[in-house]
């Protein structure tokens, strides 16, 4: 009995209940489980889906902005050309995520987990620190300013880095 207190309760939820909830107003998906769903060009900006598990699903085209997708799974989506701007995901799985030509403008991304994704996104500003880019396609990548402090990577995984600093060194 106290074992089951002490779970996690997931909010198990099929497409048409979440789009209908989304449109009605609803913003926190929190801890939701929605996996393989195609969620493809939506505004989900200021949104809640901390810890929420989306694995598999399709949320190519669609915006995060300021969102809030603290320890959310991630991984094994389809996120290209979506928008993560000043979003937040820290701890979050995107391992063998499809991140093409996403873009995380000023998002944090502390000990997240990019194993194995391809990661050819915008990442300016960002802040990475711990994150795991371990096996992580990142040959177009840009880290444009962005805090790299403590990233897990491969050093055969760089085809190209430069590093850009603004005081001259």
Do not use: P, W
Not at 10 to 38: P, T, W
Not at 112 to 139: M, P, R, S
Not at 151 to 165: C, H, S
């Amino acid at each position: 009995m106290e074992e089951q207190k002490n779970k996690t309760i997931r909010d198990f939820i099929n497409v048409e209940q979440f789009v209908k909830a989304y449109k009605e107003g609803r913003r926190d998906f929190s801890g939701i489980v929605l996996r393989d769903a195609n969620l493809k060009n939506f505004d989900f900006s200021g949104a809640d889906f901390s810890g929420a598990d989306l694995k598999g699903s399709d949320l190519s085209g669609s915006t995060f902005n300021r969102a809030n997708l603290e320890g959310a799974d991630l991984s094994n989506t389809k996120c290209r050309d979506a928008f993560f701007v000043e979003a937040n995901l820290d701890k979050a799985d995107l391992s063998f995520a499809d991140l093409k030509d996403a873009d995380f403008d000023g998002a944090s991304l502390q000990n997240a987990d990019l194993i194995g994704a391809d990661a050819n996104a915008y990442f300016g500003h960002a802040d990475l620190q711990g994150a795991n880019l371990v096996g992580a396609k990142i040959e177009d990548a840009c880290f444009e300013k962005a805090n790299i402090l403590g990233v897990k990577i491969r050093m055969g995984d760089i085809k190209v880095f430069i590093a850009y600093r603004d005081d001259g060194f």
